[in-house]
T-cell receptor, first 110, second 113 residues
Framework: QKEVEQDPGPLSVPEGAIVSLNCTYS??????FMWYRQYSRKGPELLMY????GNKEDGRFTAQVDKSSKYISLFIRDSQPSDSATYLC??????????FGKGTRLSVIA | EAGVVQSPRYKIIEKKQPVAFWCNPI?????LYWYLQNLGQGPELLIR????????DSQLPKDRFSAERLKGVDSTLKIQPAELGDSAVYLC???????????FGPGTRLLVL
């Protein structure tokens, strides 16, 4: 079992939909959680950063961490075609390299 | 502020040939990472540097891969000899020491024929 599991999709939604992307992790020592967005043939771009459990909101994006169930979520409101990309979740215990999921490919259809 | 710079962006070589990738991190970022990303997978760490010191290279296949960061700034990752299975994207990332947020370069896409 990989330390971070993520459904690779692809996930296809209509423009304006609310998107829910999810990951589970197995290492209970994880304290830091991140979401990266990766466009085709580009490097990953940091989207959201969360420490420990709780919610964090930034514009149309909300990241949620539930450490009791080892569940990480990213919500995208009012999705746009420009949100079409691969979304990578990652976690780390702290001062150690990130462990990434496989990524979920999202397509937002206009 | 300039981001992480990587070159070349694309490289096509024949198997058994050597290849090298270069990375210049964000200014002030003392921590530098090399990741390997296969198609449909997330990045996987190859090596992490704190300044000039390689502090985590347990995933680096040392029989054919080597890396250096001589002056604690830019870094080079080398493969010699390359194998077909090395075809992938090689990503460089950097961060401030002790910070978890990493910033990635655009990657070098390697194709071994």
């Amino acid at each position: 079992q990989k330390e971070v599991e993520q459904d690779p999709g692809p996930l296809s939604v209509p423009e304006g939909a609310i998107v829910s992307l999810n990951c589970t992790y197995s290492n209970s020592a994880f304290q830091y959680f991140m979401w990266y967005r990766q466009y085709s043939r580009k490097g990953p771009e940091l989207l959201m950063y969360t420490y420990s459990s709780g919610n964090k909101e930034d514009g149309r994006f909300t990241a949620q961490v539930d450490k009791s169930s080892k569940y990480i979520s990213l919500f995208i409101r009012d999705s746009q075609p420009s949100d079409s990309a691969t979304y990578l979740c990652a976690g780390a215990p702290g001062n150690t390299p990130l462990v990434f999921g496989k990524g979920t490919r999202l397509s937002v259809i206009a | 502020e300039a981001g992480v710079v990587q070159s070349p962006r694309y490289k096509i070589i024949e198997k058994k040939q050597p290849v090298a990738f270069w990375c210049n991190p964000i200014s002030g970022h003392n921590t530098l990472y090399w990741y390997l990303q296969n198609l449909g997978q997330g990045p996987e760490l190859l090596i992490r540097y704190e300044n000039e010191e390689a502090v985590d290279d347990s995933q680096l296949p040392k029989d054919r891969f080597s890396a250096e960061r001589l002056k604690g700034v830019d870094s080079t990752l080398k493969i010699q000899p390359a194998e077909l299975g090395d075809s992938a994207v090689y990503l460089c990332a950097s961060s401030y020491p002790g910070e978890e947020t990493q910033y990635f370069g655009p990657g070098t896409r390697l194709l071994v024929l």
